[in-house]
């Protein structure tokens, strides 16, 4: 039997990019993902507005702390155009948040203190922590290995919910905004980073991409079901 290493090496001179390599190790999430019950809801209109507007609040809480992840990756990058790229989304990300208060926020009948006095929940504090510390102290393949699911799921599970929609106008606008045009082509072009990468990388750094990149899936279907379950802190 070959070991999790050989397994991944013996990918890595396959005919696979990088990238594919990696949506491997989160492909058995991916799928749970797409039947999570929070998505299915989402489509069919049943989801409660309690579960969405926890995901709204813990989504701002979210993407401050994403937005501090893609700096780490911006300041990492050697090359100008990746500093540019994440720098550029880690602006963007802060400017969700706020386009979030603004039209979400509003219409689910929250305020930006509603926000902050929510405060960051258990998966919401547990992934962040995960993304700032892989930033923070790993390589920069392993920065960007663990920021890669946040991007590429939100944009296969926009595509896919694109296709269901729903009756409810405030999911159907949550939906349309990851399965735009515009978001696919910012997830192609981090796609072209992490292919870039792929040659350099030694045998260990790239069973720890690996191991980064299965659990920030993880956390993806779990911010979800955290939401559907408005999971709060025990104590
Ligand atoms: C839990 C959670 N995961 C991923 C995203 C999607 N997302 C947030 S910022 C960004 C890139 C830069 O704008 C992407 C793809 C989200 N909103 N919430």
Redesign the pocket.
Known sequence: MSTKAETIASHSTAVLSFSQQLWESGAATYAEILRHPFLTGLTDGTLSKDAFRYFVI??SH??RA??RA?SLVSARATDPEAVALFAG??S??I??EKELHVSLLHGLGLTAAAVDAAGSGPT?TA?ASYLLGVCATGTYAEALAAVL???W???DVGRELLTRSSPDPLYAQWIAS?GSPE?DA??ESVLAVTDGLGSDIGPSERVRCHEHFAVTTR??WM??DAAYQQLSWPI
């Open positions: 813990q989504d979210y993407l994403y937005a893609l989304h880690a963007d990300a400017a969700v919401t992934y699911p946040c991007y799921v939100y944009r990851y978001f910012v997830v956390y993806e911010f979800w």
